[in-house]
């Protein structure tokens, strides 16, 4: 389980929660933050919302925030124009469940909710009933309810071919990692795995259960991953590869790029 650092802390009165600078006709929003241990200015993008980051010590000042901020204005746009856009959950949209594309259709006069379909051509279409406002909505709350249901039976059937007790699993929207494992049993994993391939998914179940057998990443924990799911290494090589594309769908994608003074 992940917890917020010690060692950040926050902005001292007067100081503005953004920083705002304009670039080549664009202006860019800066979110400032203050750190412990920082000796120097350090600028990072968040791509998984597209956020810019203002690292300062604790007794830098916002004036010279601003200007390291501005000088690296360049920097900051184009690091920007490089992230694949994000795909909104919309009408139109194409999204892969389980690896396979699937096109958003919006079905405003049928009944339900979500569901699957292909059409004569072979096209995979992911409808979606009610009005237009809620289909967003209405596709995440479909895909956590799908990532839940196949987390829940990978997780099940490794946790039977190690011997030991999933205590329950959690689906969230998890942004720096894919999945967690408390010492009471307990498994969080990110939603976003039911858009990749199967065996993905089936990978992180097996990862996470094995740290029931093994609180660590020490060799004899992936000993134990290798027992288990012996494809571990061909589905880790595709979570490395494409992983952080999955965060473009209805957010952004999951990646970090700095640049510091």
Same mark, same amino acid.
């Given at each position: 389980m992940s917890v917020a650092p010690p060692h950040l802390i926050g902005l001292r009165p007067g100081d503005p929660t953004l920083l705002t600078i304009?670039?080549?006709g664009a202006v860019y929003a800066?979110?400032?933050r203050r750190h412990i241990r920082a000796r120097r200015y350090t600028l990072r993008i968040h791509a998984v919302n597209r956020e810019v980051v203002m690292t300062m010590p604790v007794?830098?000042?916002v004036r010279r925030a601003r200007e390291f901020a501005q000088r690296h204005g360049g920097w900051i746009a184009a690091r920007l124009d490089r992230l694949p856009p994000p795909v909104p959950l919309v009408h139109g949209a194409r999204v892969? &469940?389980?690896g396979i594309e699937h096109r958003i259709e919006h079905c405003p006069g049928r009944r339900g909710t979500v569901w699957t379909h292909c059409t004569p051509d072979g096209e995979r279409v992911l409808c979606v009933a009610?009005? *237009?406002e809620h289909v967003a909505r209405r596709v995440i709350d479909f895909l956590k309810r799908e990532a839940r249901r196949d987390l829940l039976r990978a997780s099940r059937r490794a946790a039977a071919l190690l011997g030991v007790r999933v205590r329950r699993v959690a689906v969230r929207d998890q942004t720096t990692r894919w999945g967690s494992?408390? *010492?009471?049993?307990?498994l969080s994993y990110s939603w976003r795995l039911i858009l990749a391939p199967p065996l993905v998914l089936d990978y992180l179940a097996a990862h996470e259960v094995a740290h029931l057998a093994e609180m660590n990443h020490s060799a004899r924990f992936w000993r134990v991953v290798e027992s288990i799911f012996p494809s571990w290494k061909q589905a880790k *090589?595709? &979570?490395d590869a494409?992983?952080?594309e999955l965060h473009r769908y209805g957010n952004g994608q999951a990646r970090s790029q700095a640049i510091e003074k």
């Open positions: 304009e670039f080549d800066i979110r400032l007794r830098g000042s892969p &469940l389980r009610g009005q *237009a494992c408390s *010492a009471n049993g307990v *090589a595709w &979570l494409h992983g952080t």
